[in-house]
Nanobody
């Protein structure tokens, strides 16, 4: 089955850290550019970060630049998002998404940043 499964979300205080994972299966993960996107309550989907297929090039939204790091392990078919210095405005459901081919996105993992 072709799927993406996110994990690693949770509740943290401002300034805290979380590491999200996205396990890919059913397709050739190493061939695809991958995104992290998020959706806060009552808002639209916001792009967070992109990584190329080889993991050598990354881009970030200005809102997370310097705090979040996207990476991937193609041997493990897994995408990551290391989130440091979390802020309340980072509260959202985070999704990994494949770029290209038939649209594919995971079910999401909730991140809540609150004191």
């Amino acid at each position: 089955e072709v799927q993406l499964v996110e994990s690693g979300g949770g509740s943290v205080q401002p300034g805290g850290s979380l590491r999200l994972s996205c396990a890919a299966s059913g397709f050739t993960f190493r061939s695809y550019v991958m995104n992290w996107v998020r959706q806060a309550p009552g808002k639209g989907v916001e792009w967070v970060s992109t990584i190329n297929s080889g993991g050598t090039s990354t881009t970030y939204a200005d809102s997370v630049k310097g705090r979040f790091t996207i990476s991937r392990d193609n041997a493990k078919n897994t995408l990551y998002l290391q989130m440091n210095g979390l802020k309340p405005e980072d509260t959202a459901v985070y999704y990994c998404a494949r770029v290209g081919g038939i649209p594919l996105r995971g079910q999401g993992t909730q991140v809540t940043v609150s004191s």
